[in-house]
């Protein structure tokens, strides 16, 4: 026994609504995407320094390396390059006990130019208020805590958590101007001390303050 079927298809009609309906929804979601995805690499940024930071320290804390240095620089308009080194205990020994030398942070010094102190190396699409470049040296005994180009301390003093600091680097999404001061979301703040501990905040825009994460 045949039974019959009744096939029926879209209409025009039902078919503009849809996709009217499919265009609405995605104009509105588009941009809190896009939010969400400059909020995660800016984030994912935040989170790779921070391990640089704490992995250079460590290795200084166990002797690896007498000197350890974050290197930070711009590339372009729309990336940044973060460079991790050391120099051994005989290379610092070598240039402290030289007379009239000392140990300095400048990332053009031949020590810190030498292809055997690089750590770690990155290339991420994100800027900083660094530019073109600035670099921050820790050590096991904080004797060589130093920095130089656009991280030599004193930067500009900045209220955080209700206190002044001025030992850290601002990270904000590709493209956007990261400065000093009106900053957009989404933007982090790294910050750090001679003795390597790392704080982490992220701007909050609609408070004009800094939470900690």
Same mark, same amino acid.
């Not at 503009?16 to 995660?40: C, E, H, L, Q």
């Not at 905040?201 to 004009?208: A, C, D, P, Q």
């Given at each position: 026994?045949?039974?019959?079927?009744?096939?029926?298809? @879209?209409?025009?009609?039902?078919?503009?609504?849809?996709?009217?309906?499919v265009?609405?929804?995605?104009?509105?979601?588009?941009?809190?995407?896009? $939010?969400?995805?400059? $909020?995660r690499?800016?984030? =994912?940024?935040?989170?790779?320094?921070?391990?640089?930071?704490?992995?250079?320290?460590?290795?200084?804390?166990?002797?690896?390396?007498?000197?350890?240095?974050?290197?930070?620089?711009?590339?372009? $308009?729309?990336?940044?390059? @973060?460079?991790?080194?050391?120099?051994n205990?005989?290379?610092?020994?070598?240039?402290?006990?030289?007379?009239g030398?000392?140990?300095?942070?400048?990332?053009?010094?031949?020590?810190?130019?030498?292809s055997?102190?690089?750590?770690e190396? @990155?290339t991420?699409?994100?800027?900083?208020?660094?530019?073109?470049?600035?670099?921050?040296?820790?050590?096991?005994?904080?004797?060589?805590? =130093?920095? $130089?180009?656009? =991280?030599?301390q004193?930067?500009?003093?900045?209220?955080?958590?209700?206190?002044?600091?001025?030992?850290?680097?601002?990270?904000?999404?590709?493209?956007?101007?990261?400065?000093?001061?009106?900053?957009?979301?989404?933007?982090?703040?790294?910050?750090?001390?001679?003795?390597g501990?790392?704080?982490?905040?992220?701007?909050?825009?609609?408070?004009s303050?800094?939470?900690?994460?």
């Amino acid at each position: 026994m045949q039974q019959k079927q009744d096939i029926k298809g @879209f209409s025009l009609l039902e078919l503009i609504v849809v996709v009217t309906i499919v265009a609405i929804v995605s104009a509105v979601g588009y941009p809190n995407f896009m $939010d969400w995805r400059k $909020d995660r690499e800016v984030r =994912l940024a935040v989170e790779k320094v921070t391990t640089m930071l704490k992995s250079i320290n460590t290795q200084a804390q166990r002797g690896n390396y007498a000197v350890v240095q974050l290197y930070v620089e711009r590339n372009g $308009d729309d990336k940044t390059n @973060f460079f991790s080194r050391g120099i051994n205990q005989e290379t610092e020994a070598t240039v402290t006990n030289t007379p009239g030398q000392k140990i300095n942070c400048n990332y053009n010094t031949s020590y810190w130019r030498d292809s055997n102190s690089k750590v770690e190396s @990155f290339t991420l699409e994100v800027q900083t208020q660094i530019k073109p470049r600035g670099t921050v040296c820790f050590s096991k005994d904080t004797r060589h805590y =130093l920095s $130089d180009g656009k =991280l030599t301390q004193p930067q500009t003093n900045l209220n955080v958590d209700g206190r002044i600091v001025n030992n850290y680097i601002i990270i904000c999404s590709s493209g956007a101007k990261c400065p000093l001061s009106k900053w957009k979301d989404p933007t982090y703040l790294v910050e750090w001390n001679r003795f390597g501990n790392i704080s982490k905040y992220k701007w909050n825009e609609k408070r004009s303050a800094w939470t900690r994460i």
